[in-house]
């Protein structure tokens, strides 16, 4: 059976809380949405992965709910706490630092926990890093899959990418400034020099998408150092010099 997220008619004895899911801007803070902000302001409490990143935006948009820290290192325990809390009738929004709650950050935990337990869930939709790559890049968006963070360990790596050089879909995947040219190396050594989409500091003052060759990426970034966050688009095998639709 669903489970509803409308908790007006709960009686006392019945009343449990509700987990807002809340999407929030990639760069530019006026990218949220006018629900996400009412969600917000509504909330008890707001967990989010960094409370001093989360502070900007709040304070951007007139939001004053109280907050705490959710993310990778605060462990199994804060996720009961803040069970507990939904379970006592407590309003949680929860947040990431960019994006949408769940896509490579810790929400997950959090969300099966709120479901396992009845507690009503609903999602406000809004920016992502990804979907925006994707649109940029100018490859296919009828058919895409979305890698995130390939493995850190060279071996894990590379069999990873040797698994996607037959993928169908268009790719999307992340990677830090520190990795980037790295990535693009092993990228042209599976695939050879096929064109990529690579975009940065999406939706900020100084975003950047580049399509050009693997070879002219590495070139590129090579005399300008990589920096901010990057999402890196593959095209799919049929879009590829010299592959066969």
């Known amino acids: 059976m669903a489970v509803t997220t409308n908790t007006e008619h709960q009686t006392p004895n019945t ?24 969600t917000l302001k509504a909330a008890d409490l707001i967990a989010c992965e960094d409370t001093r990143h989360a502070a900007i ?8 709910t109280p907050t705490t820290s959710y993310h990778s290192y605060t462990g199994a325990a804060k996720a009961e706490r ?3 809390q939904l379970r006592e009738g407590k309003r949680i929004a929860l ?5 949408m709650p769940g896509v490579s950050d810790p929400g997950v935990p959090l969300i099966h926990a709120a479901i396992a337990a009845g507690v009503p869930v609903e999602v406000m939709p809004g920016p992502s890093a990804a979907l925006t790559a994707l649109v940029l890049s100018g490859f296919p968006t009828d058919r895409f899959v979305f890698e995130g963070f390939l493995p850190v360990k060279p ?12 993928e169908p879909r268009t790719t999307i995947v992340y990677e830090g400034p520190h990795r980037l040219l790295k990535l693009l190396e092993e990228i042209e050594a599976v695939f050879g020099d096929i064109p990529l989409s690579v975009s940065r500091e999406l939706t900020k003052m100084f975003e950047e ?5 693997v070879s002219h990426l590495r070139s590129h970034f090579s005399q300008h150092p990589p920096k901010g966050e990057f999402v890196v688009v ?4 049929r879009s590829r010099p010299h592959d066969e639709a």
């Open 234 to 237: 593959l095209p799919p095998k």
């Open 82 to 84: 803040l069970e507990q």
């Open 95 to 99: 947040i990431s630092d960019a994006g």
């Open 15 to 38: 009343k449990r809380g509700i987990l807002s899911v809340v999407a929030t801007p990639i760069g530019n803070l006026k990218d949220i949405s006018l629900r996400a902000v009412e």
């Open 209 to 213: 998408t580049r399509r050009e060759p």
């Open 155 to 166: 071996g894990a790596r590379r069999k990873r990418l040797e698994a996607l050089k037959e």
């Open 57 to 64: 935006l709040l304070k951007a948009h007139g939001i004053s």
